[in-house]
């Protein structure tokens, strides 16, 4: 009977055979591609997307895309360090960032570079940091950016952008950020005294950059007011006793500075023209500023032995005995400076009486003559 029907169908009945089993398996494709997926709505993200459907494609490490530029921008995000992070943490979606993104397929990045994408989403911080705006203006990094310099630091190159953490809890992590664009600097501040006790010994007392730079309000020596103002920064941890004696360190820095004619003469331009520089020199100008050492360490710029060659940077005709007018901000003493000590106490003395002898003299004049008027009016 078989081979009687496929007799019957002919020759062409193979090739019915198989056309037959095509349009089945094309029926059947289409059926089940277009069958309801109970996980449909996971994979394809749809007007609110939760931060779960978009790490279903997101946490592929190997996701990248391809500017105008051929730069490749990674866009895989590790989903454990946003989950850490303070936004992860706070329970921020992925729009409230990205609040461009509405569905799938994504629109098209519009920017030629990484840098310029970068820059320009950093005023997305902005919508929920208002309170910074005031106190980015001005700071160094917006005036590079102001002037087109696209290397000058934004949100995201200190925060990061993901995986942002708290920057207040680790002080090192702080200083460890601004190496990524001031290696250099961060270099010699490393080996600094104080970037050895912070970084090397987890010192919580000593400065990290922030403290002396500002977080936001960035300021550096390229401008007057920062150098003018520089030792109301140091005189903030150098003049505490709490802070210093644990270290034996002289807290009267501020007091003899400002009564020799450096620090006289600055004062005066702190009050009367604070925008204007002066020439006269603050702590880092015999200090250091980055490379700021112990006294007594055998590069200190203020180790007696280099202590003329840093006075000359102001005075190059300094002589070698020049730099022994410094008291090293202590007071005179017997022991230390006994002639100054003498000098000091005669003038002390010796300027009250001179002056109270001459108002003694002018009043006791000024009543004699009044008296003798007196005597003449009676007598005429």
């Known amino acids: 009977m078989r081979k009687r029907k496929i007799k019957k169908m002919g020759k062409n009945g193979p090739d019915r055979l198989i056309s037959v089993g095509l349009i089945v398996a094309v029926i059947g494709l289409t059926i089940i591609l277009s069958a309801p997926d109970a996980n ?102 917006e005036i590079a950016l102001a002037e087109g310099d696209l290397e000058a630091a934004v949100c995201t190159d200190c925060h990061g952008s993901h995986d942002t953490i708290s920057l207040r809890h680790e002080r090192s992590i702080i200083s460890h950020t601004c190496q990524g664009c001031h290696s250099q600097i961060f270099n010699l501040y490393r080996n600094s005294v104080h970037g050895s006790a912070l970084l090397g010994e987890g010192n919580p007392d000593v400065p990290g950059c922030v403290d002396c730079h500002g977080a936001h309000t960035i300021k550096g020596p390229s401008n007057g007011q920062f150098h003018l103002f520089s030792p109301e920064i140091c005189a903030r941890c150098h003049t505490d006793p709490e802070l210093m004696d644990p270290y034996g360190i002289n807290t009267n820095v501020m007091d003899t500075w400002v009564r020799d004619f450096h620090g006289t003469t600055v004062v005066l331009f702190q009050e009367v023209a604070p925008d204007q520089q002066t020439d006269k020199a603050v702590c880092v100008d015999c200090h250091g500023v980055h490379d700021i050492l112990p006294p007594d360490d055998p590069n200190s710029h203020v180790l007696k032995e280099n202590l003329l060659e840093t006075c000359r940077k102001c005075h190059p005709n300094a002589s070698v005995n020049f730099p022994d007018a410094w008291m090293s901000h202590y007071d005179a003493s017997l022991d230390s400076a006994p002639i100054v000590f003498w000098v000091t106490w005669f003038y ?33």
């Open 40 to 141: 449909a709505q996971d994979r394809e993200p749809g007007p609110n997307p939760d931060n779960n459907t978009c790490f279903m494609c997101h946490h592929n490490p190997n996701l990248t895309t391809t500017l105008p530029s051929g730069e490749v921008i990674n866009q895989g995000v590790d989903e454990d360090a946003f989950n850490a992070g303070v936004h992860g943490e706070a329970g921020l979606s992925c729009r409230e960032c990205h609040s461009n993104i509405t569905g799938y397929p994504h629109p098209e990045i519009d920017f030629e570079s990484h840098r310029t994408y970068t820059i320009a989403r950093n005023t997305t911080c902005i919508e929920c940091h208002s309170e910074v705006t005031a106190e980015l203006s001005g700071n160094v990094h």
């Open 348 to 380: 002390r003395l010796r300027i009250p009486a001179v002056i109270g002898g001459m108002l003694v003299f002018v009043v006791s004049d000024f009543i004699r003559q009044r008296i003798d008027i007196r005597k003449e009016k009676n007598n005429g």
